[in-house]
Nanobody, 124 residues
Framework: QVQLVESGGGLVQAGGSLRLSCAAS????????MGWFRQAPGKEREFVAA????????YYTDSAEGRFTISRDNAKNMVYLQMNSLKPEDTAIYYC?????????????????WGQGTQVTVSS
């Protein structure tokens, strides 16, 4: 069983930065692929970034590439999403997710565990 708790969301002006954190519990964290997803009102949950288990290989959606950075600290059971140059269209609830696999996927339905989400609001 894995429990995930996100933090770090908030209100920021366009062009600003936020760092989201995800605290994970569970013995298999280091081998779990981790992902960040977001969901805006009235829209489907969408992939933002992911990091493979047991490695630092990362993947990003096109809109996040070059602005966001996903990282993990296996010693602390933490995953981070550094978000720079934020835009109003980045406004959403951001969720941390974990898979019982080292391999990532962009399909949110293939993640096994989810946090409660943290709100990110970017004002113009």
């Amino acid at each position: 069983q894995v429990q995930l708790v996100e933090s770090g969301g908030g209100l920021v002006q366009a062009g600003g930065s936020l760092r989201l954190s995800c605290a994970a519990s569970g013995r298999t964290f280091s081998t779990s692929a981790m992902g960040w997803f977001r969901q805006a009102p009235g829209k489907e949950r969408e992939f933002v970034a992911a990091i493979r288990g047991s490695s630092a290989i990362t993947y990003y959606t096109d809109s996040a590439e070059g602005r966001f950075t996903i990282s993990r600290d296996n010693a602390k059971n933490m995953v981070y999403l550094q978000m720079n140059s934020l835009k109003p269209e980045d406004t959403a609830i951001y969720y941390c997710a974990a898979r019982t696999s080292v391999y990532t996927t962009r399909d949110y339905r293939q993640y096994d565990y989810w946090g409660q989400g943290t709100q990110v609001t970017v004002s113009s």
